[in-house]
């Protein structure tokens, strides 16, 4: 019947993981069924805390920091409108700090200008700066004259 107290440990443990995300709680809940299984194949308390003791000094020391490093890293590759911050696009029709069309990724964009005191001409080129909506903030690649 131990092996029956550990699975309600992990559970426990488990939850407490859920809510908590800090992978610690997770970690013990294995190694909480490590405990689990050798107490079903018939060991004693002690080897039952050695194998807890054992599985968890592995999670925690070796399994945690490559988990918490893996999780810290970026995405390598952006998507949605993100995926169009810092591309080129063409003016299409003027661009001023309310109004524009833009050719982006072969797409028409309504745009507005990144600086409220510019007025970029048809056929410019321009980066976008961030994505409003369904409006690319734009500004030129060279500065006007």
Do not use: N
């Amino acid at each position: 019947m131990a092996w029956f107290a550990w699975l309600l440990a992990a559970a426990a443990l488990g939850v407490a993981e859920f809510f908590t995300l800090t992978l610690v709680f997770g970690l013990l809940a294995g190694a909480a069924l490590v405990a689990a299984v050798v107490a079903g194949v018939g060991i004693g308390v002690l080897g039952q805390v050695v194998a807890l003791a054992v599985a968890s000094a592995a999670g925690l020391l070796l399994v945690r920091p490559v988990a918490l490093r893996s999780m810290a890293q970026q995405p390598l590759t952006r998507d949605g409108t993100d995926a169009l911050i810092g591309k080129r696009a063409e003016v299409m029709q003027e661009v001023t700090a309310t109004r524009g069309l833009i050719k982006l990724s072969g797409e028409e964009w309504s745009a507005r200008a990144l600086d409220e005191t510019l007025v970029i001409p048809v056929g410019a080129l321009v980066d976008v700066m961030e994505i409003e909506g369904a409006t690319a903030i734009v500004y030129p690649r060279e500065l006007l004259p």
